[in-house]
């Protein structure tokens, strides 16, 4: 039996199988374009953050090279401003991007042939949006030969534009008015993503699941409501892909009943 | 130069750097775990099948909240606005799958639903 067409649109050709390295980069900056003018807020706020904190140009900016995760830095001057102590701060930061560990696992598959060099690179500019984009078009285009490229291609203009801003919000104090809601781009750009993720069955319940857990945990601190409810998801996934094989074997063990059979032989 | 002098503020430009430092290596060798390893070892098969619900699970909890601003569940004045512009956006998204189109549409319903006064 033929496999059945995929739901998910033709991959674009610019990332097929033939695709060279500079197509895969710039495709890569092409599906990025849109969650840039999100983030620049974000960055004035963490910059905004800093200087409250009276961390130097110096030091802001090498809290956000050297940490480079906007959650993180936004509770690392907090907390030193509010006097805690060190490994206070440090757990913190950590715990905030425990999520990260989840990124890495999912990519690793993808970025595999990379030398070490370039994977521990690839690794220092992993960000939410950056995986997001990456993980979606490789599903969709799964053949495609410079999946590192593409990757880079999505990460590498996220950091330049949060460096930029960084030091543009510790410069000038530039605030974007925040009744533009310029940030409301941001979980957009993500719920296209989410649509095409939700391919069958187990998926569309992990991410229920996910999305709804998260929701109810969304006032923990340290971004623990998005790692507990990312978490659920995958489990809740894991254990629904169970319940279909059995579903799909007892209908095969039933002879006769020809749409179960169907069904099972998927 | 005592424990404390370490782990209590006010921090001196060394202990500052040595926090930024730290932060910023834990922060590499949570991003760098499994694409370090890639390879070194075979991904065990119950791994390979959880990460298959990574994207779903991890893009819901990541959009769900923030368009639900779910912070206002407990605040007694319930914004309607994001929520409203989040429908209108997961209806042109789930349609389309169109990025530009689900943004520009979004903002568009979101600085109406405001000017409205929702």
């Known amino acids: 039996m033929p496999p059945p067409a995929s739901p998910s649109p033709a991959p674009e050709s610019a990332t097929g199988p033939d695709a060279g390295r500079g197509a895969c980069l710039w495709a890569g900056v092409r599906a990025i374009l849109p969650i840039l003018p999100g983030i620049v807020p974000f960055a004035l706020v963490a910059a905004y953050g800093a200087k409250e904190a009276g961390l130097s140009l110096a030091g802001a900016l090498g809290l956000s090279t050297i940490v480079f995760a906007g959650a993180a830095q936004i509770a690392f001057v907090s907390l030193l401003a509010t006097g805690a102590v060190a490994p206070v701060i440090l757990a913190t930061v950590l715990v905030i991007n425990l999520r990260m560990v989840m990124y890495s696992a999912s990519l690793a598959p993808h970025l595999r042939d990379a030398p070490w060099w370039a994977r521990g690179l690839m690794s220092y500019i992993v960000t939410d949006q950056a995986y997001a984009v990456s993980i979606t078009r490789f599903s969709d285009a799964p053949r495609m030969r410079h999946k590192a490229w593409f990757y880079m291609g999505t990460a590498a203009p996220l950091w330049i534009i949060w460096q930029v801003f960084t030091v543009a919000g510790m410069l000038a104090g530039a605030e974007v008015p925040p009744e533009w809601g310029l940030e409301f781009t941001v979980p957009l750009v993500f719920l296209v993503l989410l649509v095409p993720a939700m391919r069958d069955r187990p998926s569309i319940e992990a991410a229920v699941v996910g ?39 007892r209908a095969r063990a039933r002879p006769g009943d020809r749409a179960a059979e169907q069904e099972a032989d998927r | 130069m005592s424990l404390a002098t370490w782990i209590q503020p006010p921090f001196g430009p060394v202990q500052f750097w040595t926090l930024v430092v730290l932060s910023g290596l834990g922060t590499w060798m949570l991003r760098a775990s499994f694409i370090q390893l890639a390879g070194a070892f075979q991904v065990p098969r119950w791994l390979s099948r959880a990460l298959r619900y990574v994207p779903p699970a991890v893009l819901a909890a990541l959009v769900v909240p923030a368009l639900v601003q779910a912070d206002a569940l407990f605040t007694p004045a319930w914004d309607w606005t994001r929520p409203a512009a989040g429908a209108v956006a997961v209806a042109v998204a789930a349609l389309t799958r169109r990025v530009i189109l689900t943004l520009v549409v979004g903002m ?9 006064g929702w």
């Open chain 2, 108 to 116: 568009a319903a979101l600085w109406t639903f405001s000017a409205l």
């Open chain 1, 211 to 249: 999305g709804g857990v998260a929701v109810m945990l969304a006032g923990l601190p340290f971004n623990l409501g998005l790692m507990i409810g990312g978490l659920s998801g995958i489990v809740w996934g894991v254990l629904a892909e169970d319940r279909q094989t059995r579903r799909q074997r």
